[in-house]
């Protein structure tokens, strides 16, 4: 099946089986490879991307799911402005510590950044949202940290 | 990572742009093909052994099935609405919405999961099934049949229907509503029990499940009287520590209820 979606800004045609994971088709076909993979289940986050806009689990999304789609990978969100300031704010709170789930971090904070500069976003729906990415090393109080900084409130 | 990408052996995957046409896929494949929704269930049993259909009908192109109506006394909402808009849209009309549905998996599994998947699915740790039997949904099948959500949930089991839409009568203004999970883990984790209570005049609700018990209703005139009923029932759970997962996500859903404001 052809696919036509937006891919990091980019109208693209990919080929592949409807039911290939998008996960896969990223990392294997499309060598986009800042998307990780752990779990598959959509319980680790570290394969989030952004899909029109919102977060979603890459391993739960079907190729065939992605036609007429803009999808937004973690290089995406690095090419564009905020990554600086999220980069910023992550070194400076000592928000990751292995790396594994980061990517998934930087897409999870690029869409809240976003939402939250429409309507601003409650603390539990903030944390709610950084509690959809297991991170296994920080403790998430650095992280928890950064994205506070991020969206300029109080700790 | 030299491994082949595993794709499961589907030969056909179709975007029907119609009740009708989705309806008359499904009649073709006799069974063999799965319809999805937000997929957020079903991918995962796709790449399991054995779990490979004919086919996949994807109904996200179905105007329709993306619907909310407002009506007078209910709300119409389509199969296809995601967890996450739904929590969003109730909110006002539903206060036990919000906390009720965002305990659902996690926030991205909420913004692609859908309301109708979920329900079709059945899973007896479901908070949207524990939410739409408390509110006494009545759910309209593809066909246009309307069928009360427990029904529809005994039914599950034989094979997952095919849902247009989730009609949900709106609750009394000065309805005092409460909802409680035990969970493991805050975000993704499995269910140990959740209930959810709904206290109006003279008449008190209480809508549980655990462990692989479905949820199931209980009425009484207040909420000591709630406890007292579940504490009878609670032979339907599968195991001491669950009946007392029960009976604390009880307590705390009838708590948060006296508590509320009307």
């Known amino acids: 099946m052809l696919i036509n979606c937006t891919l990091n800004g980019r109208d693209t045609a990919i080929e592949a089986a409807a039911t290939t994971r998008l996960s896969a088709l990223l990392r294997e076909t499309l060598g986009l490879t800042g998307t990780h993979v752990a779990c598959d289940e959509g319980v680790c986050g570290s394969c989030t991307v952004l899909l029109d806009g919102s977060a979603a689990r890459a391993c739960l999304t079907l190729a065939g799911q992605c036609d007429g789609v803009a999808i937004e990978t973690v290089e995406g969100v690095a090419a564009g402005e905020t990554f600086e300031t999220i980069a910023d704010a992550f070194l400076r709170h000592n928000a990751l510590q292995c790396g594994f789930c980061t990517p998934g971090f930087v897409t999870t904070v690029a869409a809240m950044l976003r939402d939250d500069a429409r309507e601003r976003l409650g603390d539990a729906e903030v944390e709610a949202r950084i509690s959809s990415v297991a991170c296994r090393c920080t403790g998430y109080l650095p992280i928890v940290a950064a994205v506070r900084d991020l969206l300029g409130r109080d700790r | ?262």
């Open chain 2, 1 to 262: 990572m030299d491994d082949p990408v595993p794709v499961p052996a589907v030969p056909d995957y179709f975007l029907p742009a119609t009740i009708a046409e989705a309806g008359d896929l499904l009649a073709r494949h006799d069974g063999r093909a799965r319809l999805l929704a937000g997929g957020q269930t079903l991918i995962p049993e796709l790449y399991r052994p054995g779990g490979t259909p004919a086919a996949l009908i994807d109904l996200r192109r179905i105007a329709e099935l993306g619907r909310i109506e407002w009506r007078a006394d209910h709300v119409e909402i389509g199969a296809m609405v995601t967890i996450a808009a739904a929590r969003a849209e109730l909110a006002r009309a539903f206060p036990v919405a919000a906390p009720c549905l965002g305990h659902v998996a996690n926030s991205a599994v909420r913004n692609r999961a859908t309301l109708g998947g979920s329900l079709a699915l059945a899973d007896p740790a479901s908070e949207i099934s524990t939410f739409l039997l408390a509110h006494d949904a009545g759910i309209i099948l593809a066909g246009g049949e309307l069928c009360p959500v427990d029904q529809l949930i005994a039914g599950c089991a034989d094979a997952p229907p095919f849902i247009r839409a989730i009609r949900l009568p709106l609750p009394a203004a000065h309805e005092r509503s409460g909802f409680a999970e035990i969970l493991r883990r805050r975000s993704g984790g499995r269910s140990l029990a959740m209930a959810l209570a709904r206290l109006g005049a003279g008449r008190a609700r209480l809508t549980v499940s655990g462990g692989t018990c479905q949820p199931f209703r209980i009425e009484a005139t207040d909420g000591p009287a709630l406890l007292d009923a579940l504490v009878a029932r609670s032979s339907a759970f599968d195991g001491p520590s669950t009946r007392a997962w029960a009976l604390a996500a009880a307590r705390r859903a009838i708590a948060t209820a006296e508590n509320a404001a009307c």
